[in-house]
Structures are given as C-alpha cells and as structure tokens.
C-alpha cells in the first residue's frame, strides 16, 4: 500500500448555524481544506454523515455536495457509521488513496442538528442504538452512557467528581480553539450542578448539538512531498472495528472493545504502541466515554480512566493531552463531521499550527472516533513524514 | 409506531422468547439465524428466566417525546437468571431506593403508545422481586 | 363439572387516600370514608391497563394452575376500561401467556360483572365439554370524574381463573344468574367519565340484584347463609356488600376475608372476582363459597363453589391477593392526576 499523506484541512465555523444549509456548510468546510492543500483536482469524495435523513430529510448526500462543491461526475460516496462516519470516511478516503485507484482525495464530514427540535434530535441520535431492544424501552443516548458510568462507578470507583473533571479539562482546552462551540471554561462545581440528564450525567457532562463540518484533501506521500508546501503530515496507522450495538449484548458493559481493537490494530500498522503517542483526540460525547477510550486506547490501566484528568495525565502539558481541541465536549459534535474534525486538530498540531493549546513537540497523534456506545471505532495515527 | 413493526417482535416482547443455539447452548436474545459463539445456524425455541439482577441503570430525566409523560423513569439493564442481559425500564421503585445488584422481576406493562390513537405497545418491565 | 383449577390476582402498587382526594376539591373526608366505607383504592401507573394487569392476574393463577398454558381453549376478558374500543384485549393476554391459538377468544363488558360473565361462560364451555381449559379474567382500570363520589372508590385491579373439567382448587356447584334493564350507571361511546343516577344505583339496582341472584341461587342449590363458611358480593364501596350480606342472612365474619373494598376500592369487572381469590388464599378444604357479582344496567351472576383439598398445594405458589394489597406506596394527587390521564398534554 502507498504511504497517505494529508495535504490539507480545513473546518466549516461550527454551532447553532441558523442561517446556513447543510451544503453550504459542508462546502465552507470543503473550500477550506481544498485552498489549505493548494489543490485544483480532486479524484475522489467521501461524506461521513450519520443521519441527514432524519436530521434535514436530506439523503442521497454524496452527489449533492461534489455538485455544489463545483465537482459533479467525481466518484463520491456517503459513509455511515452513526457518530463515527467521519472517521470511517477518511478510512476509506485512506484506502483508496494508498491501493492506487486514486490519489487525491476529499474526505469530509457534515451534520446539520438545529433544523429539528431537541426531541427530533434525541430520536435520530437514538437511532445508532439497537431501536427493538434498547431504543423501544425509552432509553436515550445520554441513558445509555449514563448506564456505563454507573457500571464503571460501581466497579472502579470512579467518582463523580472525576467525570466532571473531563469536562473541565475539555472545556479548558476548548477555551484556546477559536473555532470551538462552547469556548468557555467550566468549573467542577459548575458540572456539578448543572441540570441531570440521565443520572449520573448532567448536561455538562454531555457534548452539545452541533451544526458543522469538517474536511481534509489526502494523496500518496510521494506526491505530497512534490505539491505540498506545508509540513507534511502521513497517517501511518489505521484501524476499524465493529461491536454490538446493544450495551447489553457485551460481556463488559464499560469496555469499549471496538475501540481496544480498532487502536491495537492501528499500532501495529504504525509499529508503536501507547507510550509512543504524544496526544490524542478522542470521542468523548460524553464525559465518561473519554474515561472509558483512554483506557481502551492503552493510555492508562482499566479501571484507572477516571483519575486521568483529574491528575493532570491528559491535559495539555501532561504526559498525553487528550482532546486539546476541546474535544466533542467544548469544540462541538455534529456527529458526522466529528471524525474529520479529529483529523483537523491532529495535523495542525502536527504542523504546529495551533497557537495556545499546541503540544510542543508534538511528533505522533492518535484520533479515535466511535459509534453509538462503541458498536464501531475507527482510530487512526498521524506522524509527521 | 407501524403495527407490523411491533407485531413481528411480540413472542419476544410478551413472552420473553430467546433462541437457544442446538450446538453449543448459547441463548439469543432476540433470537439469531447465526449463533454468535459458535457459528451454528439451528436453535430451539426457548423462554428466560422472568427474574434476574439489575446489573447497571440509569433514571432518564430527558425523554424521547413517547415517554415524556413518564419521566423520570429508570431503565436497566439486568442479567435474568440463565445469564442473559436485556435493556428494561425497572418500575413500582422510588428512584432513590434502586441498587445495583438488586433482584427484579419481569411484569407485562406498556412500554409507549402511538400517540392517543395510534396503537398501544406493550413489553416487559422489571419490577422489585418479592 | 367444573372447577377452578388455578386463580390469581394483581393489584397495582400504588394508593391514593380519600383524604388525599377530599382536600382537592374541599370535601369532608370523613364522610367520605364513613359513607363508602373506605379509606383508599388502588392507582394504576401510566404502564398499566386492563390488559397488563388481566396478563399478571393470569400468569399467577397458571402458576397455581400447574398446567401447559397451551392447553387453554378459551381466552375471556371482562372489564369496562379494555384500553380499545376496536380490538381484542383477550389476544394480548392469550399471546402474552401463551394459550393455544385456537383458544376463543372475546372480550366482554356488562358494567362491573364482566368479570364474572367471563367465568359463567368458562363454566358452560369446560361442562359443555367444548374446552378442556378456560381463562376467565375480570379487570378494571376504571374512572370516576374528577370531584365525583365514584372519584373516591374507582380503583385497579385484575382476577384470573383458570376452569377445567376436574375439582381443581374448588368445585363450581352451581351457577346463576339475574337481569333486568335497569340504567342505574352507564357511559356512552366516545364519553371519558361514565354517569350514574345517583342514589337509584341503591335499592333497585344493587340490592335488588346482588339480592334476587343470591337468594335464588340458594333456593336452588337448597342452602342457607349458614351453610356457608364465606360469602363475596360486589363491592362498589366497603358498605354495601355488608349491608346486602346482612340483607341475605350472612354474618360479618363470612364476608370479611373477601371484603377487600375498604383498604382497595372497587375494581368493577375484578371487583368480586378480587374478593373470591382472598377467599381461596384462606380458604380450607370443604369450605362453601358463595359469589354474587353485580354490573350496572343491571345484572348479577351467582356461584357456589366447594374448596378441594388441592388448595392447600397451590395456595403459595403465587403472590395472595392480602399480600398484594399490603404493598403499597401513596401517591398525591397530581401524580395521581398524571398517572389517570387527567392531565391535558401536549400534542
């Protein structure tokens, strides 16, 4: 397989976007990594977009935004795979870079979630849980995360207090990202007494409602190092994993094995393992997904996720910051956009592009982006070429 | 909600039916055509167990509009007795007086209706044992 | 002849307090609960209807039962408050318990004796010798309008039989049954809160019936009150089973182990049938039952029954009736309000 490098970035502005169609935003974003890579052509598309179906009654996704990005009869393609579509989308973009049927490729990623009220928004994230078997009893995403946090409370001792401290942690880094949704600091206190959702979560500990895009132009390295003038940024890692939707359907209901799975076969591919990663973005949709990823991810013990951020491990100037874009939690989640907006942060910190909350000396990032409560994870690895 | 969209899971809904894998033993809920463990494509038909242990749960403070009316409600997951996990509401509790570990048992409830004049959608729920 | 081969019954977990009613719309509680003769009724939750209760009524008595659910040829629920007004309640509850499918199946309604029309047909059917087995099931979750006197009486609760052709747990030595046309209560199609004529629902409908019925039934069977070790009549509030009992020739102690209205309400179609399952939880072997159900509009359907020695087998195999009715939790008003439906929502 060719070596892939990413050439290009760029993100849509992200929040409550009232006066923007769902394809202008996705072209913004587009543009956006198309003049960051100083691209003409582009061979190939992929859109990561969960349900636009249910969120603007929008299908048939692909075509219509290589038509309004100005580059209709391109192969494009939608990808789905609930929350984690957009890394799966620059999976594939990656793949099809590196088998040689392409070698410039868009990947980007879209959700519109303000033009349907919050109970409409509720019903579609829903949909990436099993709807005969969890959805039909009345249980909500933020239910079924709050269920994993309770397990993982009971069994751990993880403590409240250190589901906040996520959030704080998010939140602070969020505050150094121009481009994030909530760029504001929270404090413990704060998480601790905002509104319950699903007991124990409370809405601090979840991420928000998003509207928003994000986009990256991928080639072959080779080709990168003759067009790109820009620090080249190559992913050496890739892995992709499924899971049963249902929670109750693993056998450890505060494991993500997708995600465990997913980032040891993208270590093996990068030849490194978890101590070799400088930083990370992860899918921390809600305060305790982060918890569980890093230890599914191998940054800390099982059981220990909790400490992590209480400690200072993973906060920008720890030994792995984790989420120093502000992560779902602070930055945003239009849930399909997210696991390109992931790549985003990974190779501006890889070119030293990110101004406040830059990890210096930043050489290796990992992105981890996961679908529903871990039914399919997508982790991949950027190093600088 | 579409009736045969409810309709087709009843055996599964009201009476609690699972598929027991005829090779190795494995117990599907709902029911498989391929066992998960084994590979094997031929299961009998079988019932769970109606009590169980509340393995984790959540009280559900944001409803989906279906079961606004109900909110706050708790929904678990519990491992009936045989070893199989499913999602249920845990009902007829004080939402402080639910414990991890707790025994419950299985009652036939409404889970959601379609609306007043749509159809009614019944299911399991866990209650309190004993 | 027939017998009751299992029974069971369900009450729902919650109470509400005719105080708890009184103080909202500025009545005297103690006449209340001096005039009807209670002092709390049972609440259905917002998951809770005629038919999830009539399906937990039945999965008890087919514990005590002991027999292949799949055996069951006929399916019969009685109530007032079927949750459709088009569609069987009876094919939820034969699904749910997994009766056979050629079980017929029929809802019925006739006021508060429903239930007991349901097992008069079970009856006929098991000697008839068209079904092996029947189930038989009187079930309410019935309304009062707000403010109304029914307010404070009208209550939740299910009662299931299972008829076969063997003693059972008691034999049925005899039916009976009396009508009139009678509009003492009533609620018309698409109406939410039924309508009564206020004390005519007394003498010439009640007492009248649940009289006429008894008194004819034992004259037919050749017994008198003191043949029996107990007696059920229907029991729209705690005061007016005593006084027909006491109308009959029935002492208070005959009647007390099924006199359940005090402390549950009157739960319509499930009201006698209720009682008669409290009965069979204390009952002894030999004893004589009689049961007289009445339903507005106006009927009543009479029973003598005769306990087995089988009772003392299955009488802990499933939850008594008593112990339901001790567990209980106390809702106010507004929950209460929001549990009936009483509340306008959005749409």
New interface residues.
């Given amino acids: 397989m060719r070596e892939v490098a990413v050439i290009g970035v760029g993100m849509s502005e992200w929040g409550e976007l009232w006066r923007k169609p769902m394809r202008d935003i996705f072209v913004e974003a587009a543009l956006a990594a198309i003049d960051d890579a100083g691209v003409d052509k582009i061979d190939s598309m992929y859109v990561g977009c969960m349900t636009s179906g249910l969120f603007v009654g929008q299908e048939h996704l692909a075509s219509m935004m290589s038509d309004y990005l100005g580059r209709s009869g391109i192969p494009a393609t939608r990808v789905e795979s609930a929350c984690a579509s957009g890394g799966l989308a620059f999976r594939l973009g990656m793949i099809e870079v590196g088998s040689g049927v392409s070698d410039v490729v868009l990947v980007g990623g879209v959700e519109k979630m303000n033009d349907v009220g919050g109970d409409g928004a509720t019903y579609a994230l829903a949909t990436a849980a099993d709807q005969e078997y969890e959805v039909y009893h009345g249980v909500t995403f933020p239910g079924l995360y709050a269920m994993v946090a309770n397990e993982h409370m009971a069994r751990f001792g993880t403590t409240r207090q250190q589901l906040a401290h996520v959030a704080v942690k998010n939140h602070k880094h969020g505050s150094m990202n121009p481009r994030a949704q909530y760029p504001y600091e929270v404090t413990v206190d704060g998480v601790l007494k905002s509104v319950l959702v699903a007991d124990p979560l409370r809405i601090l500990d979840c991420s928000p409602i998003t509207d928003g895009a994000a986009a990256a132009v991928i080639c072959p390295l080779e080709m990168a190092k003759k067009i790109s003038k820009k620090p080249l940024v190559k992913v050496t890692g890739s892995g992709h994993s499924t899971d049963s939707i249902a929670l109750h359907d693993r056998h450890d209901l505060s494991e993500f094995a997708a995600a465990k799975r997913a980032a040891e076969t993208a270590y093996k591919m990068a030849g490194v393992g978890p101590a070799d990663i400088d930083f990370a973005e992860v899918h921390d949709c809600f305060t305790i997904a982060e918890i569980c990823v890093i230890e599914a991810l191998g940054f800390v013990k099982r059981g220990e996720g909790g400490k992590a951020a209480e400690s200072g491990l993973t906060a920008l100037g720890g030994k792995i910051p984790v989420n120093t874009s502000g992560g779902l939690k602070s930055k945003g989640h239009p849930v399909g956009a997210t696991g390109v907006a992931q790549i985003v942060e990974l190779t501006e910190q890889l070119r030293g592009e990110s101004g406040k909350r830059q990890v210096k000396g930043a050489r290796r990032g990992l992105a981890q982006n996961m679908g529903g409560t871990g039914g399919s994870s997508v982790v991949h690895i950027l190093e600088v070429a | 909600m579409f009736p045969a ?1 409810y309709w087709r ?2 055996p ?4 609690l039916e699972a598929g027991k894998c005829k090779r190795c033993g494995k117990v599907c ?2 029911p498989r055509l391929v066992c998960p463990k084994c590979g094997n494509r031929t299961f009998d038909t079988v019932r769970l167990a109606d009590e169980g242990v509340l ?16 909110s706050p ?1 708790a ?3 519990v491992e009936l007795d045989g070893g199989v ?5 845990v ?2 509790i ?1 939402l402080d007086e639910i414990k ?1 570990g707790q025994r419950v048992r299985v ?6 209706e379609d ?1 007043s004049a749509g159809i ?4 399991y ?1 866990c ?1 309190p044992a004993a | 002849m027939a017998g009751i081969v299992g029974y069971g019954a369900y009450v729902p977990v919650h109470r509400i307090k005719v105080e708890e009613i009184a103080k909202v719309w500025g009545a005297d509680a103690e006449s209340y609960k001096k005039g009807l003769a209670l002092v709390e009724k049972s609440v259905p939750s917002l998951d809770q209807d005629t038919i999830t209760m009539s399906v937990e009524a039945a999965r008890n008595a087919l514990k005590r039962a002991k027999i292949d659910p799949s055996l069951i040829e006929a399916t019969y629920v009685g109530s007032e408050s079927h949750p459709y007004a088009v569609k069987p309640s009876g094919t939820v509850v034969s699904e749910a318990v997994g009766t056979s499918r050629n079980t017929h199946c029929a809802d019925f309604e006739f006021a508060c004796k429903a239930g007991s029309e349901a097992m008069f047909v079970c009856v006929g059917l098991v000697n008839g010798d068209t079904v092996k087995y029947g189930l038989a099931i009187g079930a309410d979750t019935s309304q009062g309008a707000p403010g109304d006197a029914l307010e404070y009486s009208a209550a939740a609760g299910a009662a299931a039989f299972v008829f076969g052709k063997e003693d059972g747990v008691a034999k049925v030595v005899a039916t009976h049954t009396f009508m009139t046309d009678t509009p003492d209560f009533w609620r018309r199609e698409y109406e939410y809160y039924p309508r009564h004529g206020g004390r005519f629902t007394g003498e010439e409908a009640y007492f009248r019936h649940v009289a006429t019925a008894s008194k004819q039934m034992m004259e037919k069977v050749k017994m008198k009150p003191q043949d029996f070790k107990f007696a059920v009549f229907h029991q729209p509030n705690g005061k007016f089973p005593m006084k027909v009992g006491e109308m009959l020739g029935f002492k208070r102690e005959q009647i007390e182990a099924g006199w359940l209205a005090p402390i549950l309400g009157n739960t319509y179609s499930g009201s006698s049938p209720m009682g008669l399952t409290a009965i069979l939880d204390v009952a002894r072997p030999g004893d004589m039952i009689l049961m007289t159900s009445y339903g507005s509009g106006a009927g009543s359907d009479s029973f003598v029954y005769e306990v087995t020695k089988k009772i003392d087998e299955v009488r802990d195999v499933a939850p008594k009736t008593r112990q339901q009715l001790d567990k209980k939790r106390y809702v106010e008003y507004g929950v209460y309000a929001k549990f009936r439906g009483k509340i306008r929502m959005a749409d």
Avoid: H, W
Avoid at chain 2, 12 to 15: A, D, G, K, N
Avoid at chain 2, 55 to 70: E, H, L, N
Avoid at chain 2, 120 to 123: E, Q
């Fill in positions: 969209r899971e009843m599964q809904r009201y009476r809920f709902p393995k984790t749960y959540t009280v559900i403070r944001v409803a989906p509009s279906q079961f606004t009316g109900q409600y929904v678990g997951i996990l499913i999602t249920t509401q009902v007829d004080l991890l009652e036939f409830r409404r889970v959601q609306g009614i959608c019944y299911g729920k209650v």
